[in-house]
């Protein structure tokens, strides 16, 4: 067997959980693990990559993206968030994963540390790990309603410490997280010379009035963030992958030699698909959003009416996070006996590290209400009888 290089060999394994458990089992499943939108991608998301395909629109294009839509996004991020990046400070991505990779590969080196606030996000481990980097966690607190405490995270930072990601709003506690929480992460990063890696990917997706801060807009921290974006939830285009970065032209040198080494650029004709979702109908977005409110409340509602079953009302996303510790099972032990016992596959808690321990997170954005119902049955027998 020929050397594999040590970046492949030392990095983890990719954990797929209760998705991997699940797999090629039969029966009535019904998969509430999985962060994917139960909609359609919009009509005239469609109609205009349909479009720009029948127009010839297959060649090679900006590498950084088209321009169009680059000025469209920075006008977006300029009217949502209050933020005055220009065009060429924006990347178009496959995915906000691309953009995490390419963050993480521009940052991190051989013997430097990554802070991944907790319960975290899986899928930002192996970035860090293929740069050569160190993952270390920083638990938020159950008890505290995952507040995000600056001293929680300064207790983690060491002169290794290059970047924190934050992911908000937040997978998988549905947190959104407030201006004075945010200040505390900004004015942390400044003292200790940190990048913060901001996973906005649910920045459309907030509840009852919560508002989406960019951590970016906050006081220092233009020249120390890269916000990384995608269409993939709020639109329904999972299965497009697109996204896009936001950072200070600082960084845009250093992040265009990852992603062109990687992929050149973005497929060209699905562009001008995604500049129809941001110069398009507001209203198709906020009918998107309610969708997943009214999935939610479904949800939320239900879980709260089950023995030993505590779960506080998600502000974003499109999860649920019941704190299950009364019930005296494990999150792990929970999920297995969930599945086995009523088919509806759950991800356990401690799926996103220790801090996620007693809690289960279940996916309201990716089922219609019926068999969300249908789900929430199940599940009321399953803890009625513990
Ligand atoms: C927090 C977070 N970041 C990134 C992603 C992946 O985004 P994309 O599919 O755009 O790469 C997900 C998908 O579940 C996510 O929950």
């Known amino acids: 067997?020929?050397?594999?290089?040590?970046?492949?060999?030392?990095?983890?394994?990719?954990?797929?959980?209760?998705?991997?458990?699940?797999?090629?089992?039969?029966?009535?499943l019904i998969h509430l693990e999985l962060g994917r939108p139960v909609e359609d991608t919009p009509a005239h998301i469609k109609e205009a990559t349909i479009a720009a395909l029948r127009a010839g629109h297959v060649h090679y294009s900006d590498l950084q993206g088209l321009p169009a839509l680059r000025s469209a996004l920075a006008r977006r991020l300029a009217e949502r968030d209050g933020l005055d990046y220009g065009p060429d400070e924006i990347i178009v991505t496959?995915?906000?994963?691309?953009?995490?990779?390419?963050?993480?590969?521009?940052?991190?080196?051989?013997?430097?540390?990554?802070?991944?606030?907790?319960?975290?996000?899986?899928?930002?481990?192996?970035?860090?790990?293929?740069?050569?980097?160190?993952?270390?966690?920083?638990?938020?607190?159950?008890?505290?309603?995952?507040?995000?405490?600056?001293?929680?995270?300064?207790?983690h930072v060491t002169d290794r410490t290059r970047a924190v990601f934050l992911v908000n709003p937040c997978n998988p506690t549905g947190r959104v997280y407030g201006r004075d929480e945010l200040e505390g992460l900004a004015r942390l990063a400044v003292a200790r010379d940190l990048v913060v890696i901001s996973d906005e990917v649910y920045a459309d997706i907030v509840y009852d009035g919560a508002r989406h801060?960019?951590?970016?807009?906050?006081?220092?921290?233009?020249?120390?963030?890269?916000?990384?974006?995608?269409?993939?939830?709020?639109?329904?285009?999972?299965?497009?992958?697109?996204?896009?970065?936001?950072?200070?032209?600082?960084?845009?040198?250093?992040?265009?030699?990852?992603?062109?080494?990687?992929?050149?650029h973005v497929n060209t004709f699905i562009q001008h698909g995604a500049l129809a979702a941001v110069t398009g109908p507001a209203a198709v977005l906020e009918g998107l959003v309610d969708g997943d409110r009214r999935r939610r409340d479904l949800v939320v509602a239900r879980l709260n009416q089950m023995p030993g079953v505590r779960c506080p009302a998600p502000e974003g996303a499109i999860y649920a996070f019941p704190d299950i510790r009364a019930t005296g099972l494990s999150a792990r032990d929970a999920a297995l006996r969930i599945l086995e016992e009523t088919g509806v596959v759950v991800e356990a808690g401690s799926f996103y590290g220790p801090a996620g321990e007693g809690h289960l997170r279940i996916c309201f954005g990716a089922e219609p209400e019926h068999r969300l119902a249908e789900a929430m049955d199940r599940l009321q027998a399953f803890f009625n009888r513990l």
Request: glycine share 12%.
């Open 1 to 28: 067997m020929p050397r594999l290089a040590r970046r492949i060999t030392s990095t983890s394994a990719k954990d797929f959980g209760m998705f991997a458990r699940a797999h090629g089992r039969g029966g009535d």
């Open 94 to 155: 496959n995915g906000l994963t691309q953009g995490a990779f390419a963050a993480a590969m521009a940052l991190l080196e051989e013997g430097d540390e990554a802070i991944l606030i907790g319960p975290h996000y899986p899928q930002h481990v192996g970035k860090v790990e293929l740069a050569g980097a160190r993952v270390v966690l920083a638990a938020t607190d159950a008890a505290a309603g995952f507040r995000l405490r600056p001293e929680l995270i300064a207790a």
């Open 213 to 264: 801060v960019a951590i970016a807009g906050l006081p220092g921290m233009r020249s120390r963030t890269i916000g990384l974006h995608a269409f993939t939830k709020a639109y329904a285009m999972d299965g497009w992958r697109l996204g896009y970065i936001a950072a200070d032209r600082a960084f845009t040198g250093a992040l265009l030699k990852v992603t062109t080494n990687e992929v050149t």
